[in-house]
């Protein structure tokens, strides 16, 4: 079966750290791009970040520059999200997608995960 598994979510403090994972079974992440989306109750759903099939290129929504980082392990099969300094508006679903095509539109992701959810509260 074809699936991507997020994971690593939960309820953090502003300014807490959290390390989400994304993992790939019956496919094989070296030849798929993956973004990083997430969506707010009440919010558009919007990009965070994508990193291409060999992780060397990434590109990030303007407001967590300098706060996330994606990264590809290819020996795990599997994509992270490392998210520092939090804040309450990063609260969301975050799931992944896998697409041929590196930060293509989202009607070309070609799987998605269910998501996992991200809470930034004091």
């Known amino acids: 079966q074809l699936q991507l598994v997020e994971s690593g979510g939960g309820l953090v403090q502003p300014g807490g750290s959290l390390r989400l994972s994304c993992a790939a079974s019956?496919?094989?992440?070296?030849?798929?791009?993956i973004g990083w989306f997430r969506k707010a109750p009440g919010k558009e759903r919007e990009e965070v970040s994508c990193?291409?099939?060999?992780?060397?290129?990434?590109i990030y929504r303007e407001s967590v520059k300098g706060r996330f980082t994606t990264s590809k392990d290819k020996a795990k099969n599997t994509v992270y999200l490392q998210m520092n300094s939090l804040k309450p508006e990063d609260s969301a679903n975050y799931y992944c997608?896998?697409?041929?095509?590196?930060?293509?539109?989202?009607?070309?992701?070609?799987?998605w995960g269910q998501g996992t959810q991200v809470t930034v509260s004091s």
């Open positions: 997608g896998a697409s041929k095509d590196f930060c293509p539109a989202e009607n070309f992701y070609n799987y």
């Open positions: 019956g496919f094989t992440l070296d030849n798929y791009a």
């Open positions: 990193i291409d099939k060999s992780g060397s290129r990434t």
